[in-house]
């Protein structure tokens, strides 16, 4: 059998996936901890939380803005549009 270059992202890929199940199947098995380490990790995770939230809207306004700002400057050869060949 002879390696193939092409096979290495494919096939890394799927390992990738597959270690990454492995190893979140084996958090979640896990034990959780004490009360007040519950306590704390569900703190963490509201600030996690509110922060994403935050991220995202932040993102969102900023994509909106550069959409609006290409839309208006970027010259119409690039929208698309075709010149005639002088």
């Known amino acids: 059998m002879t ?3 092409w096979l290495m992202a494919p096939l890394s890929a799927i390992v990738s996936v ?4 492995y190893f979140c199947r084996y958090v979640d098995k896990q034990d959780s ?8 990790s569900g703190a963490i995770k509201q600030g996690a939380d509110a922060f ?3 991220e995202y809207t932040v993102l969102a ?8 700002l ?3 400057f970027l010259p119409e050869p690039l929208l ?3 010149q005639p060949n002088a």
């Open 3 to 5: 390696f193939e270059p």
């Open 18 to 21: 597959l270690v990454g199940l």
């Open 33 to 40: 901890g004490t009360e007040r380490m519950k306590e704390i």
């Open 52 to 54: 994403i939230k935050r």
């Open 61 to 68: 306004i900023f994509i909106t803005v550069v959409a609006v």
């Open 70 to 72: 290409i839309g208006i």
């Open 80 to 82: 698309g549009e075709r």
